[in-house]
């Protein structure tokens, strides 16, 4: 069975990318979401008190208790066991996914090592341990990747008449498009984080599937549950609150956005800061990014920078 996640960062900040990620593990069949925590342990946990050597929780708690250095020990880790140790296996072929060359100087290329918060050996070793577990339990790294939509590219969807829930389902669903791609014909189970006050998705998921039949299994506040019937597979599809609390696997792409998104504004923050001695870095939150803003916007202005690539209009 292929269990898999989808989550997001960054969808309220006035600076910075959004990001969403998605993960999936080959498991034996009939685990439930959760089953990893238990058959992982050790190096993996979810108590963020019992300092376990990888964390994977909800990325706010996670990002709280141990600091980007955290995120990205844990991701390392996996993207080890996943056969990927650079920065480039975080970033989709989706067409607006990562960087334009060249729009965003900010982020031409990598600024910044993978790992450059932790040492190599750490990751090692905790890496050799979670190899072993998942060996264990007959389990593997299956996909790991994130899309990261510039402001650019949010203002621009923005124009064309959506609104911040609508911009980040479209990233959702090009990620549950691939998921259903890559594991065709398999036992595919996916949990996304739920976003704003939606109950009903089947108009969203029938855009994503023209021409498939989808059962709504359940359809409410709690969780809103579907059966696609595509012509390779039929995959199963749950929306459902705080799912990176619950599900692994969507914990997991909480982190790796939130991680994806932490790395980007570093990578800006160094480019700015760089030009600009003495600049505060900003996490584009709304009230530092106004302080921001106004602290690099003759910089800007005399370095033709569009405004539009820097700042979200919502």
């Known amino acids: 069975m292929i269990m898999a996640g989808i989550d997001e960062a960054g969808l309220g900040p006035t600076l910075g990318p959004l990001a969403t990620a998605a993960t999936a593990f080959e498991v034996p069949e009939a685990w439930e979401d959760n089953r990893p925590w238990r058959e992982w342990d050790p190096p993996v946990g979810k108590d963020p008190g019992s300092h376990p050597g990888l964390l994977v929780a909800d990325s ?40 334009p060359p060249g729009r965003y100087p900010w982020h031409s290329g990598s600024l910044l090592p993978f790992p450059c918060h932790v040492p190599p050996e750490q990751v090692a070793k905790l890496a050799s341990q979670l190899t072993l577990a998942l060996e264990k339990s007959g389990s593997r790294v299956a996909h790991l990747e994130v899309s990261l939509l510039n402001p650019g590219e949010l203002n621009q969807r923005y124009a064309e008449g959506l609104n911040k829930n609508a911009a980040l389902l479209l990233e959702t669903g090009a990620h549950l498009q691939k998921l259903a791609r890559l594991f065709a014909g398999e036992n595919l189970r996916v949990t996304i984080d739920k976003q704003g006050g939606r109950n009903d998705y089947l108009p969203f998921l029938t855009r994503l599937f023209p021409g498939a039949w989808i059962d709504c299994l359940q359809a409410g506040a709690l969780e809103s549950t579907y059966r696609l019937h595509l012509e390779a597979g039929k995959p199963l599809v749950t929306f459902q609150p705080r799912a990176d609390g619950a599900s692994f696997s969507t914990a997991l792409a909480s982190q790796l956005a939130k991680y994806a998104r932490e790395r980007a504004m570093a990578e800006l923050n ?17 009230l530092d990014a106004r302080r921001w803003l106004s602290e690099t916007a003759v910089f800007r202005q005399n370095a033709g920078i569009p405004p539009e690539l820097i700042q979200r209009s919502r």
């Open 60 to 99: 706010k708690i996670a990002h709280r208790v141990s600091g980007v250095a955290g995120l990205e020990l844990t991701l390392a880790a996996f993207a080890s066991c996943r056969g990927a140790n650079h920065p480039d296996f975080l970033f989709s072929g989706f067409p607006d996914g990562r960087l």
């Open 270 to 286: 160094s480019w700015f800061g760089a030009r600009l001695p003495g600049l505060k870095p900003s996490a584009g939150y709304p």
